[in-house]
C-alpha cells in the first residue's frame, strides 16, 4: 500500500502495531510506515480507515495512537541522526576546523550582519551622482559638454585621418618614382627598404595619434567627472537652487559653442522600419513590442552631432537611462577572438572610440577584462570536468579540442559583455560569438547561436535590459548564398525561437513588457522586407486594433 | 486569523538564491525558481495561528527573486532587556519560558521547527509572543551541538536540498541560551569569531554541568548561583549536551518546573472553522451585562480587524512594501548595468560578475506604518464596522459616507476592488454574512449581486455553492495515495494549467492540484477525468490555497451545477445537445452571426467545448474567471450559454469579417476579451432568454428533496428551469438529431402564458418590467386563427409571408412583423414542422429573438386561453 521509494538511505520502514477490540474479537492492525513520513497524518488515517474497514468507534482511538505513534519515532529518529553527528566529530570522522570553517562560510557569505563590511566603490557613487544629476535640470548641461567633448574627439580624429591621407599621398608619390627608377638606379632591394620605411613611418604616425587620442580622453575623462563631483557637491550645499541654475546656466553658454558641420557627420539614411504590439500567453497574456528595421547595426552605436532631428533628445534618453532598471542592448556577431582587430569588431571598435566614454573603461581595457575571465572560466571548467570525467561528452568532443587547442578564444554559443555610455541608443553590447555555419542554411533551434540568443535573453531579463536588438539573420552583411528563400527560412527560425524565448522569460521574471527590435542588413531589398514584415504577425499574435475601436 | 489588536505589521525581505544555470526537471520542462517554491511552501504558515506566535501574513516575490514576508510584528522584544543589561527576575524567565515552549511545542504539531530563535525573535506585548522563521540557519551563538555537527548549508537551498532537518530539540537548546542570557543579563559568546563560538559550543559535550561552565566563561557564575531552583533546573534541562537526554518543548511543558506558571494560562484551542461538525456558537459566553460589551467609546474599530484584512486594505491605500523597505534602507540594489557579468558560456553560466551585496541577507524588520490607512479610513463611522443584518432595508450603513458608498456602487468593478472605503465596508459586510452563514444565505445572494471583495471570495463562492457539513473529515476520508490510472494524464496537465500564477506553478500548487483532483476522480467513480478538469479545479485551488477540503467541495458543488454529466465516460450525448442549444442560442441572440457562422461551417463543436468544458477557465486568467465566475454563480445552469454568445458577440466584427480558416486562428488563441462587458451582455442576453428555451433534456434532474429552511431564493433568475415542477405545459425531450435540425430554440407552453401574462390565476407576481417584451405569431390560416388564438397574438400565415425563395414579402402582415422587430417572437402553428421553418426563414433574414411554442397551438387547447374575436363591426 505504500509506495516503496527508497530515496534517501536515512529512509526507513517501522511498524505501527495497533490493537482494538470489536465485540469479543481482539484484533490487530499492523501498517509498515516509511520514515520520515511525508504525507498528512489525516490523510493517512482516512485511508487506513477505509482500507481496512475500521468500525467508526475507535476512529479518534486510532488516530491519537498514530500520531503518538509518528511524533515518538521521528524524535527518535532526529535523535539518532543528531548523535551520530556529534559522534562522527567526537571519533574524527569529520573534521571540526572544516565544519566550523564551513559554518562561518556561509554566514558571511549570507547575511549582512556577518559580511565583511563593503569597500567603498568609487565607480557607484559616481553612478548615483549622475544619476541624480541628470534627472534634474543640469542634464542640459551635462549633455552639452559631453557633447563638446565629444567635438574635440572628432575634430582630432578628422586632423588624423588627414595626416594619415597626406602621408599616404605622399608615400603613393614616392613609391611611384621609386618604381620608375627601378631596374635603372634602384634594385629590388631598394624598393623593399622604402617599403618598409613607409610602413614604419605610418606606424609611428598612427602610434602617435594613438597615444594622442588616448591622453585626451583621458584628460576629458578626469575633467569631466571632476566636474559632475563638483557640480553635485555645489548643488548639495546650497539648496539655493537659483544661484546654481545661473551656475548652470553660465555653464552651457561658455559650452555651448556653435558646432560646425564636419565632414564626418553622419547622415541619416532612408530606415526602413515597422513596429508591431503583441501578446504571449495563453492565458495571461503580456504585452510587448517588436520592430522590424533595416539598418546597419552601427547605426544604433554612431553618435550624431547635435543639431538633426531627434539627436540630442535620443542622446538624452540613452543618459537618463544610464542606471536605470530599463537599459537597452544589442546583439554583435564576432568572431572566436576577443579583440578588435578585424571586421565588424573592428568597425564598432572605431565608433566606440569616436567618443569618450565617461563611465566605463574604454573598450580595450574592457576586452582585457573579459579575456582574464575567459581564462579564469576555462580553468574552472577543465577542473570541473576532471572532477566528474565519467561525464558523457560525445557531442562536444571537437568542441573541446577547439578549447584546448587555445584556451583564450571563446566558442559558438558564449558571448561577452561590454558596457558602454557613449554609444547613441545602445548601454549593453553582448558579443555573440558565431561560426560559418549561421552562413549555412540549415541551422536548427538548437545551434549554439540560437542557444546564445536565449541565454542573451535571459541576461536581459535578471539585469532589466529591456529594449534588444538582435540580428534577424544572424548574420550583418548579406553574400551570394542568401537567397530569398534562405532569408525567409533563417527569418522563421529566428522569429520562433525568439517568441519561445519571450514566452520562458515570463517565467523568469513575471511578465515585463520588453522591446525586441529585429535588424536585417541595409543591403538586403524593399521587397524582402516587406517579405518579412508579413511574416512577423503570423508567428507572433499581433493585438488587434479592432478591440479598441469597435465599442457597442 | 485573530484580530489586529495592539499588534502592528512588520515586513522583511530576502532573496531566493538562484538555480544554477539552466537545468532542466525530469519532467523535461524548467525547474521552477525557487523564490515560487518558497512562496509555495509558505502558504502553510498563513494557517498557523496561536496567541504565542506571530501570525503571518502575506508573502509576495519582487524582481530577481526576492521574497518580502509581511508578519504581525512588534517594537520590543527580548533583546531590550539585553540592551538594559539587567537581569531579569526568576518569575519572569519562567514565564517567558513557558510561553515561548507553548508555542513551540504548537509549531512542532505541524511538522514545523523553528531553528532561529534569538532575543529579538521574542517580541513583547502585554504577553511575550514568539514570532518564528523557518529558514534553515540559524544565529551562531543560539545553535545547539547537533545542528552545528551536521553540517551547514545555505541559506535558500530551501529545505528541499538541506541535508537533515532537524527536530523539534534544537529549539530547546537555543530557548536554553536565550533563557540563560536573561538571568546573567548579558549575552553569551559575542566576543569570538563564529568558528570560534561554534567550537566552542561543540566542546561542551565534555563538560558535566554545562550552565555552570558558560556561567564561568562569561564570569557571572555569582548570579547564575543565586538563581531559584526551579529555574536552574530549567536551564539544565534545555542545555542538556545530548539529544536524546534532553526533553521536547511538549515535555517540557508538563515538567514540574513550570507548575507555580501554568495556572495562568488556559490551553489554546482552535476556533471552530465556518465547515465543522460542531457548532460554532458552542463556547460563545455573553457578558451578564450586555453593556459591558461596548464600553469604550473612542475604540480603534480597525485593530478589531483581522490582520490579513488589515494588511490587504493597507495595500489598497497604497501600501507598497518594496518602497517602505527601500525607505529604510532595507532594500538597496545597484543599477543593474554594474552588476552586468562579463562573459557568459553556451550553457549559460555566467562569469565575471561580483557577488552583490545588497543579495545578502538583513534579517532587521521593518514596521509597515498604518498611518495612511487609518487616515484615509477616518471618515468611516463608527457603525460602519458593526453593521446590522436584520435591517433588510438597508445593508449599506447610515452614515456620512453612505451616499459616497452609493455612488462608488455604481462605479467599474475593477475601481470599486481598488476603493480602501469601500471594500471595508464590503470585508466587513460579507465577514458577518459568512459568520451568520447559512442562516443568512438569502442576504448572501442578494449582496453578493452587487460585488463579492476580492479577500473573501473563496468563503463567499463556498456559500453560494451552497458547501455545509464537515467537509474536512469527509475528504480525509477519501484515498488520495492510491494511485490510479488516471494519474498519468493529471501529472501531465498540472505543469501546464495555469502556470502563470506563483502560487500554482509552485511544487505544492502541483501536490495540492494532485491530490484535490485524484480526491474528485476517485470520489466520482461514474465520472472520469477529461482533460480541462484541472483548469476547472484552478480558481478554487487558488482561492482555497490552505484548504484543500474546501476547494474538493467547492468543484464537487460546482460540477453537477453547471456540468452535470459532462464528465461521463461517454459524454458526447451530452456535449452534442449542450452544443446544439448553444448554436440555437446565437441564432436566437444574433441572428447576422449564426447565419454567417453557419454559411461557413464555423460550428460551435470546433471551439467552444473547451469553453462548456472547463465554464471559460481554459480561456482566461484567473482574475478574469473570477469576475466571470462571481456572476456565473449567480445563475441558472443556463447562464453559461450567454456567456459564450457575449464572448462571440465581442469578436463579432471579426468573425463576420472574415473566412473558416481566419476564424479558426482567431479561436485558437482567443484575442483579449473585455471580461466586465461580457458579463454585462450576458446578463442582458440572459434576461431575454425565455427559460425554456436552454431546456435540456440531459440537464441535472431536479433534486429530489427539498433544501431545507434556508434555501436560496427561488427567484426568476436563479432557479434552474429543470427545478420547476414538471407539467402537461413544460417542454417534451427532443431527439438528437431533430433538435439539430432546427434553427431557433422552443420555448414551452408555460413560458408563454407567463411572458404573455396570460396567467388563469389573474396578474402574475413579477412585474412587467423585468421580463422580455414578447409577440406571439400565429402562422395557421386566417380560418384556424379565427376559431380560436391566443390573446395578443398577430396572425400571419405562412404562405403569405414569405415567397418560395424564402424572401420576406412586402405584405402588410409583414410589416407588423417588422414593427416588432427586437422583441421575441414566438411562432404558433399546427405543425411543428411548419413553425420551425417559418422561424428558419426569419433568422436567415436576422429577425433576433424567434423561437418557436413546443407542441403548437395544441398545447394551449386545454388551458382554456385560447379566445375568440368578438365578430368585427
Known amino acids: 500500500m505504500k509506495k516503496n521509494k527508497c530515496k534517501a538511505s536515512s529512509s526507513t520502514e517501522k511498524e505501527f502495531v495497533f490493537e482494538f477490540k470489536a465485540a469479543t474479537h481482539k484484533c490487530v492492525l499492523k501498517v509498515p510506515l516509511q520514515f520520515p513520513v511525508e504525507e498528512n497524518i489525516n490523510d493517512l488515517h482516512g485511508r487506513l480507515m477505509l482500507l481496512h474497514k475500521i468500525p467508526c468507534y475507535i476512529e479518534n482511538e486510532l488516530k491519537t495512537s498514530l500520531s503518538n505513534f509518528i511524533e515518538r519515532e521521528t524524535t527518535l529518529d532526529y535523535d539518532r541522526e543528531a548523535e551520530l553527528a556529534l559522534q562522527r566529530l567526537t571519533t574524527g570522522d569529520a573534521d571540526v576546523n572544516q565544519l566550523t570553517n564551513a559554518w562561518t562560510r556561509s554566514y558571511v557569505e549570507t547575511t549582512l550582519e556577518h559580511a565583511w563590511p563593503e569597500e567603498p566603490s568609487w565607480d557607484e557613487d559616481f ?26 574627439i572628432s575634430e582630432l580624429i578628422s586632423e588624423r585621418d588627414m595626416e594619415i591621407k597626406k602621408l599616404q599621398e605622399r608615400q603613393a608619390t614616392e613609391m611611384d618614382k621609386v618604381m620608375h627608377e627601378l631596374g635603372n638606379t634602384l634594385s629590388d632591394q631598394d624598393v623593399n627598404a622604402v617599403a618598409s620605411q613607409h610602413f614604419d613611418a605610418q606606424q609611428v604616425l598612427e602610434n602617435k595619434w594613438a597615444s594622442e587620442l588616448k591622453q585626451v580622453t583621458g584628460i576629458q575623462k578626469q575633467e569631466y567627472q571632476e566636474w559632475v563631483i563638483k557640480l553635485h557637491q555645489d548643488l548639495q550645499k546650497s539648496n539655493n537652487s537659483s544661484k546654481i541654475n545661473e551656475e548652470i546656466k553660465v555653464q552651457s553658454s561658455q559650452l555651448s559653442e556653435p558646432a560646425d558641420s564636419g565632414s564626418r557627420m553622419f547622415e541619416a539614411q532612408p530606415l526602413l522600419e515597422e513596429s508591431f504590439t503583441i501578446h504571449l500567453g495563453a492565458q495571461l497574456k503580456t504585452m510587448h513590442n517588436l520592430r522590424l528595421v533595416r539598418a546597419d547595426v552601427l547605426d544604433f552605436c554612431k553618435h550624431r552631432r547635435h543639431g538633426s532631428s531627434g539627436t540630442k533628445l535620443r542622446r538624452l534618453q540613452t543618459a537618463l537611462s544610464l542606471y536605470s532598471s530599463s537599459l537597452c542592448g544589442l546583439v554583435l556577431l564576432v568572431d572566436n577572438r576577443v579583440n578588435s582587430y578585424s571586421g565588424i569588431k573592428r568597425d564598432f571598435a572605431t565608433v566606440a572610440k569616436e567618443c569618450t566614454d565617461f563611465h566605463f573603461p574604454c573598450l580595450e581595457e574592457q ?19 576532471k572532477e566528474q570525467p565519467e561525464v558523457p561528452r560525445n557531442g562536444n568532443d571537437d568542441k573541446s579540442k577547439n578549447v584546448e587547442r587555445n584556451p583564450s578564444n571563446i566558442i559558438p554559443g558564449e558571448f561577452y559583455i561590454s558596457r558602454h555610455s557613449n554609444l547613441s541608443e545602445v548601454h549593453v553590447v553582448f558579443h555573440l560569438c558565431v561560426d560559418d555555419n549561421v552562413r549555412s542554411g540549415n541551422i536548427t533551434a538548437r545551434d549554439p547561436a540560437i542557444m546564445g540568443l536565449r541565454n542573451i535573453l535571459k541576461v536581459c531579463c535578471s539585469h532589466d535590459i529591456t529594449t534588444v536588438t538582435v540580428p534577424l539573420l544572424l548574420v550583418h552583411d548579406m553574400s551570394e548564398e542568401m537567397t530569398i528563400p534562405w532569408c525567409l527560412k533563417r527569418a522563421e527560425l529566428v522569429f520562433k525561437c525568439v517568441k519561445g524565448f519571450m514566452m520562458e522569460m515570463a517565467s523568469w521574471d513575471g511578465g515585463i513588457s520588453r522591446t525586441v527590435q529585429f535588424l536585417v542588413p541595409k543591403s538586403i531589398s524593399e521587397e524582402m522586407f516587406y517579405q518579412l514584415s508579413n511574416m512577423l504577425p503570423q508567428i507572433f499574435r499581433v493585438s488587434s486594433t479592432l478591440t479598441l475601436t469597435s465599442k457597442h | 486569523m485573530r484580530p489586529l489588536k495592539d499588534a502592528q505589521l512588520g515586513a522583511f525581505t530576502f532573496f531566493a538564491s538562484a538555480l544554477p544555470h539552466d537545468v532542466c526537471g525530469s519532467n523535461g520542462l ?55 543589561g539587567k537581569t531579569v527576575c526568576p518569575d519572569k524567565v519562567l514565564q ?37 522563521v523557518d529558514f534553515p540557519i540559524g544565529y551562531p551563538s543560539y545553535l545547539a551541538p547537533e545542528v552545528i555537527a551536521q553540517g551547514s548549508f545555505h541559506l535558500s537551498d530551501s529545505h528541499d536540498e538541506a541535508p537533515l532537518p532537524s527536530g523539534p530539540k534544537t529549539d530547546v537548546w537555543s530557548l536554553g541560551v536565550l533563557l540563560f542570557e536573561l538571568c546573567a543579563g548579558r549575552r553569551l559568546l559575542q566576543n569570538s569569531d563564529i568558528s570560534e563560538r561554534l567550537k566552542f559550543i561543540l566542546t561542551l559535550g565534555c563538560m558535566d554541568d554545562i550552565v555552570t561552565v558558560l556561567a564561568e566563561e562569561h564570569g557571572c557564575l555569582d548570579t547564575i548561583k543565586e538563581l531559584p531552583e526551579n529555574v536552574l533546573e530549567l536551564l539544565r534541562k534545555c542545555l542538556t549536551f545530548l539529544p536524546s537526554k534532553r526533553p521536547t518543548p511538549a515535555e517540557l511543558l508538563c515538567d514540574p518546573v513550570f507548575n507555580d506558571v501554568s495556572c495562568f494560562y488556559t490551553p489554546f484551542q482552535k476556533p471552530v472553522g465556518l465547515f465543522s461538525s460542531s457548532l460554532r456558537c458552542a463556547h460563545l459566553e455573553l457578558p451578564e451585562d450586555i453593556s459591558d460589551l461596548c464600553k469604550d467609546d473612542d475604540e480603534d474599530y480597525l485593530s478589531e480587524r483581522a490582520i490579513d484584512e488589515v494588511y490587504h486594505l493597507w495595500c489598497l491605500a497604497g501600501g507598497d512594501l518594496e518602497k517602505e523597505l527601500t525607505n529604510k534602507e532595507i ?63 438597508s445593508s449599506l450603513p447610515q452614515s456620512n459616507s453612505s451616499n459616497e458608498l452609493l455612488a462608488t456602487v455604481t462605479l467599474p468593478l475593477i475601481i470599486r476592488e481598488r476603493d480602501t ?19 443568512k444565505k438569502i442576504l448572501m445572494w442578494k449582496e453578493a449581486r452587487v460585488d463579492i471583495p476580492p479577500l473573501i471570495r473563496g468563503l463567499a463562492w463556498a456559500a453560494l455553492l451552497n458547501i455545509e457539513g464537515d467537509i474536512q473529515a469527509k475528504y480525509d476520508g477519501i484515498d488520495k495515495d492510491t494511485p490510479i490510472p488516471t494519474d498519468r494524464q493529471i501529472e501531465v496537465d498540472i505543469p501546464r494549467c495555469h502556470q502563470y500564477d506563483e502560487l500554482l506553478s509552485s511544487p505544492q500548487g502541483h501536490a495540492k492540484f494532485r491530490r484535490v483532483l485524484k480526491a474528485w476522480v476517485v470520489s466520482h467513480p461514474d465520472l472520469v477525468y477529461w482533460q480541462g478538469l484541472d483548469s476547472l479545479c484552478a480558481p478554487f485551488l487558488y482561492l482555497n490555497f490552505n484548504n484543500e477540503a474546501l476547494a474538493y467541495a467547492c468543484m464537487s458543488a460546482f460540477i453537477p451545477k453547471y456540468l452535470y454529466n459532462f464528465f461521463l465516460k461517454d459524454n458526447s450525448h451530452v456535449i452534442q445537445e449542450y452544443l446544439t442549444v448553444f448554436s440555437q442560442m446565437i441564432a436566437f441572440h444574433d441572428p447576422e452571426l449564426s447565419n454567417h457562422l453557419n454559411e461557413i461551417g464555423f460550428i460551435p463543436d ?10 471559460f477557465t481554459h480561456v482566461f486568467p484567473l482574475h478574469k474567471i473570477f469576475h466571470l465566475w462571481d456572476t456565473l454563480l449567480l445563475g441558472n445552469s443556463s447562464f453559461p450559454f450567454c456567456i459564450g454568445v457575449a464572448i462571440l458577440q465581442q469578436l463579432r466584427d471579426r468573425l463576420l469579417a472574415n473566412g473558416f480558416n481566419e476564424c479558426i486562428l482567431l479561436f485558437s488563441d482567443l484575442p483579449e476579451i473585455d471580461i466586465e462587458r461580457c458579463v454585462r451582455e450576458s446578463i442582458n442576453l440572459f434576461c431575454w432568454t425565455p427559460k425554456s428555451a436552454t431546456y435540456r433534456q440531459h440537464a441535472q434532474p431536479p433534486k429530489t428533496a427539498a433544501d431545507n429552511g434556508f434555501s436560496k431564493p427561488a427567484t426568476y433568475y436563479t432557479s434552474d428551469y429543470q427545478d420547476m415542477p414538471k407539467t402537461d405545459l413544460s417542454r417534451e425531450a427532443l431527439a438528437l438529431c431533430d433538435l439539430k435540425a432546427e434553427v431557433s430554440p422552443r420555448i414551452s407552453a408555460e413560458d408563454l402564458i407567463d411572458l404573455c401574462e396570460l396567467s388563469l390565476a389573474g396578474p402574475t407576481k413579477r412585474s412587467k418590467a423585468g421580463k422580455p417584451k414578447i409577440i406571439a405569431v400565429d402562422i395557421r390560416t386566417v380560418e384556424d386563427f379565427s376559431r380560436g388564438h391566443i390573446s395578443g397574438s398577430v396572425n400571419i400565415s405562412f404562405s403569405t409571408a414569405f415567397s418560395p425563395d424564402g424572401e420576406l414579402l412586402q405584405c402588410p402582415t409583414a410589416g407588423i412583423l417588422q414593427n416588432y422587430r427586437g422583441r421575441v417572437i414566438v411562432v404558433i402553428s399546427h405543425a411543428m414542422k411548419s413553425a420551425a421553418m417559418f422561424a428558419a426563414h426569419l433568422v436567415k433574414v436576422n429577425f433576433p429573438r424567434v423561437c418557436i411554442l413546443d407542441g403548437g397551438i395544441n398545447k394551449l387547447k386545454p388551458t382554456g386561453l385560447l379566445t375568440v374575436p368578438s365578430p368585427q363591426i
Open chain 1, 127 to 152: 553612478a548615483d551622482v549622475y544619476h541624480e544629476l541628470i534627472h534634474s535640470p543640469a542634464s542640459d548641461t551635462l549633455l552639452n559638454l559631453e557633447h563638446n567633448y565629444f567635438v574635440s
Open chain 1, 367 to 385: 576586452l582585457d577584462e573579459v579575456q582574464q575571465v575567459v581564462l579564469y572560466a576555462r580553468a574552472q571548467r577543465s577542473s570541473k570536468q
Open chain 2, 30 to 84: 524548467p525547474l521552477t525558481p525557487n523564490s515560487i517554491k518558497i512562496l509555495g511552501r509558505f502558504q502553510i504558515l498563513k494557517t498557523v495561528t496561536h496567541p504565542r506566535l506571530c501570525q503571518y501574513v502575506d508573502i509576495t516575490r519582487g524582481k530577481h527573486e526576492r521574497l518580502i514576508v509581511v508578519a504581525e510584528h512588534y517594537e520590543s522584544s527580548l533583546s531590550d532587556f539585553q540592551k538594559q
Open chain 2, 96 to 132: 517567558v519560558a513557558f510561553e515561548v515552549l507553548e508555542g513551540l511545542e504548537f509549531i512542532n504539531k505541524h511538522g514545523m521547527v523553528h531553528r532561529a530563535l534569538t532575543a529579538h525573535n521574542v517580541l513583547m506585548d502585554s504577553e511575550v509572543k514568539m514570532s518564528y
Open chain 2, 331 to 393: 532594500i538597496q540594489s545597484k543599477p543593474p548595468i554594474c552588476t552586468l557579468p562579463n562573459f557568459v558560456l553556451e550553457d549559460g553560466e555566467s562569469f565575471g560578475q561580483g557577488r552583490d551585496r545588497s543579495f545578502l541577507l538583513d534579517d532587521t524588520t521593518v514596521t509597515l506604518s498604518l498611518c495612511q490607512l487609518s487616515n484615509r479610513l477616518k471618515d468611516v463611522a463608527g457603525e460602519a464596522y458593526y453593521p446590522l443584518l436584520e435591517d433588510e432595508q
Open chain 2, 421 to 439: 472605503e469601500y471594500q471595508l465596508i464590503r470585508i466587513i459586510l460579507f465577514d458577518r454574512l459568512l459568520k451568520a452563514y447559512p442562516y
Open chain 2, 606 to 615: 470546433l471551439y467552444a467545448i473547451p469553453w462548456f468544458l472547463t465554464m
